[in-house]
Every structure is written in structure tokens, then in C-alpha cells.
């Protein structure tokens, strides 16, 4: 089983930056996308970030330039540093790992921008 333990969400001012974390356990294939994703009330849960064990990246525009997704295969660790942040970036961030065979989720950790 795998398990995926995220840390690092909280309140911050616009502006502001936080970074995520989130560590994954268990029966875990090296080749693998881990990545981002969040869901603001009401709306869909959207691609924030992914990287590949081979260290390629893709992000969605809305945080282009302001966010920067990296990893650590060692650790199967994988971080979102969010600088710039806007009220718009309020939402659940939820870390996900795709092996291809399987996909799994964290339990999601809350970010509010808000002054």
C-alpha cells in the first residue's frame, strides 16, 4: 500500500509564500509523475504542478513564473514552493502520484491567501 503525507499549507498574505511537501511510503515504482493538484469550493480540482522521476515539469499557467515544483527521489518526496501567492490560489492541495498501473492521492492540505 501507498501512502501519501502532505505538510505545509496554511494562511498567508497576498503576496506572501508558503512551501508544500509531501512525502510518499510504501510499494513506490522509481518511474513516476508525482505532482499538484487543488480544488477551490465549487470548482473542479485542477492541475497545479507535476515532475517526473526524471526531473521534467509542467505547470499550468495560472502559476507559471510564481510556483516551482521540485523532488527528491531518495526521500520519494516531492515540493511545491508557491511565491507571488494571490487570493485565487485559496484552495485544497492535494499531492498526487501516478505509477501509471496505479494513482494515489493525499488527504489534501488547506491554503488560504487572504489578508
Known amino acids: 500500500q501507498v501512502q501519501l503525507v502532505e505538510s505545509g499549507g496554511g494562511l498567508v498574505q497576498p503576496g506572501g509564500s508558503l512551501r508544500l511537501s509531501c512525502a510518499a511510503s510504501?510499494?513506490?515504482?522509481?518511474?513516476?509523475?508525482m505532482g499538484w493538484y487543488r480544488q477551490a469550493p465549487g470548482k473542479q480540482r485542477e492541475l497545479v504542478a507535476v515532475?517526473?522521476?526524471?526531473?521534467?515539469?509542467n505547470y499550468a499557467d495560472p502559476v507559471k513564473g510564481r510556483f516551482t515544483i521540485s523532488r527528491d527521489n531518495a526521500k520519494n518526496t516531492v515540493y511545491l514552493q508557491m511565491n507571488s501567492l494571490k487570493p485565487e490560489d485559496t484552495a485544497v492541495y492535494y499531492c498526487n502520484l501516478n505509477m501509471g498501473y496505479a494513482t494515489y492521492w493525499g488527504q489534501g492540505t488547506q491554503v488560504t491567501v487572504s489578508s
Open positions: 510504501g510499494s513506490i515504482f522509481s518511474i513516476n509523475v
Open positions: 515532475i517526473s522521476s526524471g526531473g521534467s515539469t
